[in-house]
């Protein structure tokens, strides 16, 4: 197997959970990308449209169509291997391979060793940014490009919608900016909880101080997000008009001097 760093073979025989791998992927990076989904998230998003991420473990997921296990275990070998097969393809399409969630910081080893097998592929880490901050740096120094998301700057609203306070998103952005990797700051924009003014200006004026950001992506709401939460045991019960257009305010980015787009 091609190792694009040197680890021992206890690092490369470390084992991660992963509930789906999506080839041909167009929207997870540029050019023509397989992204790979960990499984575990420590938080737990009012919105969340991947809810088979949530828990860490492989689950049985229960609907009218039967049943079906989710989570596959795999072993960085294993895994780097398996994306290796297309890294040729991959790359003369301009593409790579993404690790999303979940939440691969949530799994930090696993992904530093599944990298390190990759054949010189260009690697995203599409993250929330909620994970441990050392955990973080060491995978900044192994991809190509980060996206990170920001979802609400308030502290209370953000533990209110997420289970979690922000200080350690805030803390892991901040690290970001002094690492010299490109990144985008990806927007969820919910109705009515992180489109609002406030949210917005306040997620503007954070950017606005960040040194190697590329631009702020905005993602309208996903409204098919419901559907898979009966399968999973769970209930979804969002508190805002799903039927209320998001406010997908450019401008307040732009005047910002940001580069911006809806996405």
């Known amino acids: 197997m091609f190792c694009q760093y040197p680890l021992s073979d206890q690092e490369l025989t470390v084992t991660g ?7 041909f992927a167009l929207f997870d990076g540029p050019g023509l990308r397989t992204t790979v989904f960990l499984k575990g998230c420590p938080l737990r998003c009012a919105w969340c449209h991947n809810p088979e991420g949530l828990t860490p473990e492989p689950q049985v997921l229960r609907s009218a169509g039967g049943e079906r ?3 596959q275990r795999f072993t960085a070998t294993a895994l780097a291997t398996r994306l290796n097969r297309q890294a040729e393809i991959l790359r ?5 391979v993404t690790f999303s969630g979940g939440e691969p910081l949530s799994q930090a080893d696993f992904v530093l060793a599944v990298i390190a097998g990759l054949d010189r592929q260009h690697v995203v880490l599409d993250t929330s940014g909620y994970g441990d901050e050392l955990a973080f740096r060491r995978l900044l120094d192994r991809v190509d490009l980060v996206f990170f ?8 609203l953000h533990e209110r919608y997420t289970g979690s306070a922000n200080g350690p998103i805030l803390r892991n952005l901040q690290a970001l900016s002094e690492s010299k990797r490109p990144y985008v700051i ?6 009515g909880v992180t489109d609002t003014p406030e949210n917005l200006g306040a997620i503007a004026a954070t950017c606005r101080c960040l040194t190697g950001l590329l631009r702020v992506d905005l993602l ?7 559907g898979k939460y009966g399968a999973c045991g769970l209930r979804f019960s969002p508190s805002w008009d799903e039927s209320r257009p998001v406010r997908a305010d450019t401008g307040v980015f732009e005047r910002a001097g940001l580069a911006v787009r809806v996405v």
């Not at 003369?92 to 790579?96: H, L, P, R, S």
């Not at 990806?186 to 109705?191: A, D, Q, T």
């Not at 309208?220 to 419901?226: E, I, M, N, T, V």
Request: no cysteine; charged share 25%.
């Open 17 to 23: 959970t992963v509930f789906d791998i999506r080839e």
């Open 69 to 71: 296990l989710v989570g």
């Open 92 to 96: 003369d399409a301009g593409g790579g």
């Open 149 to 156: 998301d920001l979802k609400l700057i308030d502290a209370h």
């Open 186 to 191: 990806r927007v969820p924009l919910i109705p």
């Open 220 to 226: 309208p709401y996903h409204r098919a997000a419901g």
